[in-house]
């Protein structure tokens, strides 16, 4: 049995079956767990405040007017012997050995307040000894092992502003990924990757060796894999009439390829629409498609990567640190997307998990579908993908701005710092768990302190995110060394043209 720390007191407002309050022989923090016993059970409760009482400061006026008079009450009274630490706690549940049941009762004042006991508040919130180490359970010596199958199962969001530590929980939870033991069961990773933050894990030397990174400028997508359908989603805007013709066009070089004529290039489709018998005007719309693609520089003979790559326990990251064109970044997020799902379907690949960096730029919720081509892609996974094992995990710093289909089947969110209004209303609609004691605290949470809260714990639990194991790859300067930086190059610029002349 654990210390006591306080005593359940008698307010206006509690205790009730949801509320209680209680007066501290030792300092709790807010957000700690403590619990009492009840003859159902061991009934757990969340610290939800923490506030100082002293009956000698209870009375404005005596207070104001000891100040005016330049008299110091403690000099006068004892007030550092009335001084109380009270506590505000919300009931989550009654734990028993079977089962764990909603609180129907209220306790009486005075039963003794413990601090939570660390076995039994790990089966509490569902934790798993054998799950993946995300950190620690905040005040408690408790680590939070969260099981995979709960997280990954049904999908999880990571929601925070920028800075708050969103790729640095990531990259703990490759981490655990990467290092998991294959007999427990494991999946492969493919990440999104807008701003190069997981391309480092490709030069560390812990896990270099089990993962591959593919730079924009190397991602190519195999133009005999895309149907004449694709093709038409990626580059809209064109007639019934006009997509009949690429499509017959598309059918007879795909047929070509069934009878032994090998991929086909941009060239090898120029060549074929040039050659159509087609009105003018569509024959002109086609070719300025397939210069569009031609200045992408992304369509090739075969996929790079191919989706044999995809292994348990190993992790391709598509860099698009260096792509500009947002288009281009919309199309690999569509087809390697669609890829990996239709593979997992058939059996092809592995169980996986795709993890879209700004989730919020390729799921976007009020853009059109001719411009966010790859939403229909992430909310079908979103939507499908626990039938098949294919995991969707979704980051961004702007969830106000990310599609509601796709957030509403992440079964977990795991929240670091928010600030924005709008932002803290969409986790309240789209977040299970959360409460408003919860919101309150979203806000005030430090670099590194989230709260995971839905499928993967059985009630919200504070987390101190534990240091990762690989090193964090600088994907960027700072605005001083880029000031600076420009400044030396316009320096260095002027003194080569002083020299000319």
Not at 382 to 401: C, D, M, N, T, Y
Request: glycine share 8%; hydrophobic share 35%.
């Amino acid at each position: 049995m654990t210390e006591k720390v306080g005593t359940i007191i008698s307010t206006e407002d509690s205790p009730t079956s949801e509320k209680i309050s209680f007066v501290l022989e030792k300092p709790v923090n807010k957000e700690q767990f403590v619990e009492y016993d009840t003859e159902e059970g061991t009934a757990i409760a969340r610290v939800s405040r923490v506030k100082k009482s002293n009956i000698f400061y209870h009375n404005p006026e005596s207070v104001s007017e000891s100040a005016k008079n330049n008299i110091k009450l403690q000099e006068q009274f004892p007030t550092d012997e009335r001084e109380q630490l009270v506590g505000e706690g919300r009931i989550l549940g009654i734990y028993t050995s079977e089962l764990i049941k909603r609180p129907s009762f209220p306790p009486s004042p005075g039963t003794d307040i413990r601090l939570a006991d660390k076995e039994r508040l790990r089966d509490f919130l569902g934790l798993d000894r054998e799950g993946l180490n995300l950190g620690d359970i905040q005040f408690q010596d408790l680590e939070a092992r969260i099981n995979v199958t709960k997280l990954l199962q049904k999908h999880f969001a990571i929601l925070a502003q920028s800075g708050a530590g969103k790729s640095y929980l990531a990259s703990v939870m490759i981490e655990e990924i990467l290092d998991r033991d294959e007999e427990k069961g494991n999946v492969g990773i493919v990440a999104l990757d807008p701003h190069g933050e997981y391309a480092g894990f490709g030069k560390d030397k812990e896990y270099g060796d089990r993962v591959e990174v593919y730079r924009g400028r190397d991602i190519k997508i195999g133009l005999s894999n895309i149907s004449s359908g694709k093709l038409a989603h990626y580059f809209p805007n064109v007639s019934t009439a006009q997509k009949r013709e690429i499509v017959k066009i598309i059918s007879e070089m795909r047929q070509n390829m069934r009878n032994g004529g090998g991929a086909y290039s941009l060239k090898d489709l120029e060549r074929k629409v040039e050659e159509a018998d087609m009105d003018k005007k569509t024959k002109r719309i086609w070719i300025d498609r397939i210069n569009q693609m031609k200045s992408m520089d992304l369509f090739g003979l075969y996929d790079n990567p191919s989706f044999d790559k995809v292994e348990q326990g190993k992790m391709i990251v598509l860099d698009l640190s260096d792509i500009i064109n947002y288009k281009k970044k919309q199309i690999i997020a569509a087809y390697f997307g669609d890829r990996l799902f239709k593979a997992r379907m058939n059996g092809k690949i592995p169980p996986f998990l795709f993890l879209v960096e700004e989730a919020h730029n390729f799921a976007p919720e009020n853009r059109s579908s001719d411009v966010a081509l790859a939403r229909s892609v992430i909310t079908r996974i979103a939507r499908e993908g626990r039938k098949f094992h294919a995991s969707l995990g979704l980051i961004s710093q702007r969830p106000v701005g990310l599609s509601t289909t796709a957030l509403s089947q992440c079964n977990t969110h795991m929240i670091l710092r928010v600030t924005n209004p709008n932002d803290l209303d969409r986790i309240k609609q789209s977040a299970e768990g959360v409460t408003s004691d919860v919101i309150r605290s979203i806000s005030g949470l430090r670099v590194g302190e989230g709260i995971i809260v839905g499928e993967a714990v059985d009630y919200p639990a504070f987390v101190s995110i534990r240091q990762r194991n690989s090193e964090e790859f600088e994907t960027g300067k700072n605005l001083e060394e880029a000031a600076a930086e420009y400044r030396e190059k316009m320096e260095e610029e002027k003194d080569e043209i002083d020299a000319f002349m």
